[in-house]
Nanobody, 115 residues
Framework: QVQLVESGGGLVQPGGSLRLSCASSRSIFTFATMNWYRQAPGKQRELVATITRGGSTNYGDFVKGRFTISRDNTKSTMYLQMNSLKPEDTAIYYC?????????WGQGTQVTVSS
């Protein structure tokens, strides 16, 4: 059973930046895709960004141009650089990694954007 641990969340003012990290207990080469999801209070969980083993990326329309997903295979860690944050970005952000046995999830990290 893989463990995924998110970090880097917190309180930031509108227009600010945060970098989230997702550390895996095993090599991230085992994951075909890794994703960041988020869930705001009273809303469904939504896909924020995806990165494949080969490095291809995709983003939700609501974050394009503001967020960047990346991975460091040597550190078994995935990142989400978030710039130009808006109050509507407030949510719990979850790391997800897909392997042949299915989905693996982290516990989430809270991001709050408020003045």
């Amino acid at each position: 059973q893989v463990q995924l641990v998110e970090s880097g969340g917190g309180l930031v003012q509108p227009g600010g930046s945060l970098r989230l990290s997702c550390a895996s207990s095993r090599s991230i080469f085992t994951f075909a895709t890794m994703n960041w999801y988020r869930q705001a209070p009273g809303k469904q969980r939504e896909l924020v960004a995806t990165i494949t083993r080969g490095g291809s990326t995709n983003y939700g329309d609501f974050v394009k141009g503001r967020f960047t997903i990346s991975r460091d295979n040597t550190k078994s860690t995935m990142y989400l650089q978030m710039n130009s944050l808006k109050p509507e970005d407030t949510a719990i952000y979850y790391c997800n990694a897909v392997d042949p046995r299915g989905d693996n999830w982290g516990q989430g990290t809270q991001v709050t954007v408020s003045s």
